[in-house]
């Protein structure tokens, strides 16, 4: 199998890989808080961006099989934090060796082999050529279900000596109300729907608390006057 390392894919294998892109990263839209995947534009922006690299498998027919891609400037990679990167790493930062490991794609008809376990081998030995540090992220069902980063750590491991490190870690939370304890007001609060409808500019404030002390006030005579009563 022929792999090779490219800056820019061209239009035709771009969309193909698009499809696998969007096929692969499918199920995990409901088993994860934040988005996983690159959006369309995205993703084309990546495979036309000269600092994305592209390892590209190729079978014996010539035709794309499979693609690795990392990103060698961290400021395409949308969610994460520079600074925070450039503090851990002064070293590697300073030197660009940084790589943010985007996806592996393998083409349908094509899994099932070594593909996968081949480019991964050679983004393994690129980084350790550089003396660089393979960053990724994944989510907890990448990591628990599929295993991926063992995966990566198991393939790095026969081609470099690594040192696997969780960075980080995020936790998403929802907090599930179930209605206001007494004492609080359940009038509706103005939306700015609301305030346009009444003329006033998109934009206004709103004093939520003096809203409440305000409704409040109106509430106290008739407290008073259901306190004299019983």
């Not at 991964?120 to 980063?149: H, Q, W, Y």
């Not at 998109?202 to 009563?229: C, F, N, W």
């Amino acid at each position: 199998m022929l792999i090779t390392m490219e800056t820019r894919l061209d239009d035709a294998t771009t969309e193909q890989f698009l499809a696998v892109y969007r096929d692969s990263f499918a199920p995990l839209e409901d088993k994860a808080a934040a988005r996983q995947s690159l959006t369309d534009d995205e993703f084309r922006d990546e495979m036309h961006h000269t600092s994305v690299l592209k390892f590209v498998a190729w079978d014996e027919s010539g035709h794309p099989a499979a693609i690795a891609f990392v990103a060698t400037d961290l400021s395409v990679v949308p969610w994460i934090s520079i600074p925070y990167y450039a503090t851990r790493f002064p070293e590697q930062f300073a030197r660009g060796v940084i790589y943010y490991f985007g996806a592996l794609l393998v083409r349908p008809d094509h899994r099932g082999g070594t593909t996968s376990y081949e480019l991964l081998k050679e983004l393994s030995r690129f980084t350790a050529m550089n003396g660089g540090i393979a960053a990724f992220d994944c989510c907890r069902f990448n990591e628990e279900a599929v295993k991926l980063p063992e995966l990566i750590a198991a393939v790095a491991r026969e081609v470099c000596v690594v040192d696997p490190q969780q960075i980080d870690a995020q936790r998403y939370y929802a907090y599930v109300t179930n209605g206001l304890r007494e004492g609080y007001s359940t009038d509706p609060i103005p939306s700015v729907r609301d305030l346009v409808a009444l003329g006033a500019e998109e934009g206004a404030v709103i004093d939520l608390v003096a809203l409440e002390t305000e409704e409040a006030a109106q509430d106290a005579p008739r407290s008073k006057e259901h306190r004299s009563r019983a």
